[in-house]
């Protein structure tokens, strides 16, 4: 016991002794580990001096003021996303979602321009870009641009008709969203970049689904028959168009033909009026001939006769020949 008690109050007089050394090591080594910090590689560290930032510094091993600077870690190279219709309940190579739910549903439900109601779904996946904007210029940026990005949907979707929204417009939608939220962002310094808003489902509402797709059904029918009425046309219109156009080409050989055969007839009349000029009983004579030569054939059997009617010499074709 006497042992114990000297070891005891040896130590004691040590300490009294060695007071504020082992005072001044322990805060040395304070110091030393508080003015150390580590900064990730996907992170950048902003540093505050007694609440006014003052550096902002890149992944690493770095150094502060202990007691006098904060260090605020942001993961500016990790990409976020905000879900908005559904939610993902368990992620892998088979996603699990959920879309019940009152929030869902409320932010789903969309009224387009020809006011009729949409369910849509989309995702916006976005980075911080600024650390110290993202950390200081707005209080909770995240829920900032949740509300801004709902807003900014609904407006551009008001714009467009439900069948836009739902087929031929949804890749439109997506970039027109992305470009405005991403000015948002910037007039609000949220110190955030939009990487990429993606439209992930469109449907009618449940309520009215079934007599949506009746209507769909009828317009794709109606599509149908026009696009049948369409080939016939293009089928009938063209070829009586060749029609035409060759009754048309006809016509004008034939009026053709028959203006130059009406010019021959002219030319042939006016030379042989100028033979018949010069020699008219020569002419006469010829023109009676050349009649008689091209009449005669044409009657079949011939009787020739002399004034009176006497000596009939009856002549056949045959026998002329």
């Known amino acids: 016991m006497n042992n114990q ?178 000015e948002m962002s910037r007039e609000y310094s949220l110190g955030i970049e939009i990487a990429q808003v993606v439209l992930q489902d469109i449907n009618p509402p449940e309520s009215v689904k079934q007599a949506f797709n009746a209507v769909n059904e009828a317009q794709q029918e109606r599509e149908t028959l026009i696009n049948e009425a369409k080939s016939e046309y293009n089928k009938v219109i063209p070829r009586a168009r060749g029609q035409a156009e060759e009754t048309i080409q006809k016509a004008e050989g034939y009026a053709t033909q028959r203006v130059n055969n009406a010019q021959g007839e002219v030319a042939r009349f006016n030379a042989l009026y100028e033979e018949y000029v010069q020699a008219p009983e020569v002419t006469k004579r010829r023109i009676y001939l050349e009649t008689l030569q091209d009449v005669l054939p044409k009657l079949g059997d011939k009787i020739i006769t002399s004034e009176n009617g006497n000596n009939i010499i009856p002549l056949l074709k045959k026998e002329l020949n």
Do not use: C
């Not at 110091?31 to 930032?53: A, D, I, N, P, Y």
């Not at 908005?84 to 739910?101: D, H, K, L, N, V």
């Open 5 to 182: 008690e000297f070891n005891v109050s040896e130590i004691q007089q040590l300490i009294k002794k060695h007071y504020m050394s082992i005072i001044i090591v322990i805060a040395l080594l304070i110091v030393g580990f508080g003015s150390f910090f580590q900064v990730g590689t996907e992170e950048e560290g902003v540093v505050t001096r007694l609440g006014k930032h003052v550096r902002t510094v890149t992944p690493g091993l770095k150094m502060k003021i202990p007691f006098v600077e904060k260090v605020y870690k942001v993961p500016v190279e990790r990409q976020k996303k905000q879900e908005f219709g559904f939610r993902t309940q368990q992620a892998g190579i088979r996603t699990e979602y959920s879309r019940t739910g009152s929030v869902t549903e409320d932010e789903a439900i969309m009224l387009t321009g020809d006011l009729n109601l949409a369910n849509v779904q989309w995702v916006v996946q976005y980075r911080v870009s600024d650390p110290y904007n993202y950390l200081f210029k707005v209080r909770n940026p995240d829920n900032t641009l949740r509300d801004l990005s709902e807003a900014v949907t609904r407006q551009i979707v008001g714009d467009r008709t439900v069948n836009e929204v739902l087929t031929v417009g949804r890749a439109e939608i997506a970039s027109e969203v992305k470009v405005l939220l991403q």
